[in-house]
């Protein structure tokens, strides 16, 4: 008799969301950055708007991305379109997958995983 097996696999994130799939976290020696602005779809990606303007590229921890509807779920947390949002992690320039859509030229910045 075989065992059930633990558990399904991930499904694909959506093609709007840059995601990555790695365990990256807050470093002891490291303090973490911040993130903070309006989470916007446009032309194929989504955003964080700054104050200024500035587009930046959100790259989310692979954990379970997903859209309900006009919110972003990322494992366990929601993020409505349009509503300010705030993420710890850092700038990053070769991680993860960015979907074509993006602005080449916008920033990028890796969110940590959430616990």
Do not use: K, N
Request: aromatic letters at 6%; hydrophobic letters at 35%.
């Amino acid at each position: 008799m075989l065992g059930a097996c633990s558990g399904e696999p991930t499904p694909e994130p959506p093609a709007d969301v840059a995601y990555h799939r790695s365990d990256i976290g807050p470093r002891d020696e490291q303090p973490a950055a911040e993130l903070a602005g309006i989470l916007v779809r446009s032309g194929g990606c989504t955003y964080v708007e700054l104050s200024t303007g500035d587009l930046i590229v959100p790259v989310f921890p692979d954990v379970g991305i997903r859209w309900d509807e006009e919110s972003l779920v990322v494992g366990r947390r929601t993020y409505p379109l349009g509503d300010e949002v705030s993420f710890s992690g850092g700038g990053t320039t070769g991680l993860g997958t960015v979907p074509l859509g993006c602005d080449s030229e916008a920033s990028r910045f890796a969110v940590y995983a959430q616990p």
